[in-house]
C-alpha cells in the first residue's frame, strides 16, 4: 500500500508541460514539499527532478557535465530549468556564431571520443541551447564521430539515446573494436613466427649453388597493367590529367566548402550518401 501511495503521489507531481505553465507547476510542487514538510536540500532536488519530462531532466544532467544533479542547490536548479523552458530573447551574433561551430565540429583525426565529447560540451555553454541542448549534442555527437562503423550502431541503438548514454555507448563499441583488433594482430604475429620456422630451412637450403645453378631465370612480369597504373585525379575524377594540373585545384566543393575537389569527388558527402542510403 505504501509503495501505491508513493507511486500515485508521484504520478501527481508530474508536470506536464502541455497542460500546465512552469510557474504553476513549481507553486504547485512548492506547496507540495511544505505539506511533507520536506526541507532537505538534496530530497527537494530529487522530488523536482523526478517530476520532469525526460528531455528537460536530460538537459539538466547535459548542463551539469554528467555530474549528480542532486548535490546542487534548488533555487540554482530552478534557475537553470527556467533558462530552458521561458521563452528567451533573440540570441545575438555571437551565440549563433558559437551554435555555428557547435554544429559543424567533426571529430579530428588524432582525437579521442572522451576528448570530442568535452569539446562539444565547452562549445554548447555559448550556443544558449536551453532546452534543446541534450538532443543537439547528440545529434552533433553522432554525425561528427569518425568512424562511420561507429556512427551505424549508434542510430541503430533501440533504446532512448541521450548525449550521456550515446558517449557511453560510443565508447563501448570503440573497446570492443580495439579488443578484436589487437587479438587479430597477435595472432597475426604468432601465425607468421609459425611460418617463419618452417621456411627456415628452405632458404638454407637455396644458398646451395648446385640447385641455383638448376633453378632457370624467369623474365620479371610488369607489376600493373597499363589500366592499372593509370590512376584518376581525385579532385575531379578525371584520367586525363594529374590532380597537380587539374582545373578545380583553386575552387572550393559545395559540399564541406574545403578547396581543391568537385562534389562529385567529395569524400565527405560519399559518406554521407552511404550513411542516407543505409537507413532509407
Known sequence: MAEERQSTESKALQWNANDETLTAFLDRLQVELDDREIIDNQQCVSCLIRALPPLIRNGLKAMSNDQDVTQQDYQQVVEEIKQQCLPQAQPSKTVWWHRAQLYQRKQRSKESIEQYKNVLLTLAKHCQLHYHQDMMLTMVFIAGLRERSIRRRLLDYQQELNFIKVVDYALEIKAEKSAVETTQDNTRINH?????DDHAEVDDNSKNPRRNRRREKRPQQARNTYHESKKSCYRCGSFAHLAASCTYRRLYCDWCG?????????????????DYNYYD
Do not use: A, F, N, Q
Not at 607468421?192 to 617463419?196: A, E, G, K, Q
Not at 562529385?264 to 552511404?274: G, L, N, P, T, V
Open 192 to 196: 607468421d613466427s609459425d611460418h617463419h
Open 258 to 274: 574545403k578547396k581543391g575537389h568537385i562534389v562529385r569527388e567529395c569524400y565527405e558527402k560519399m559518406d554521407y550518401d552511404d
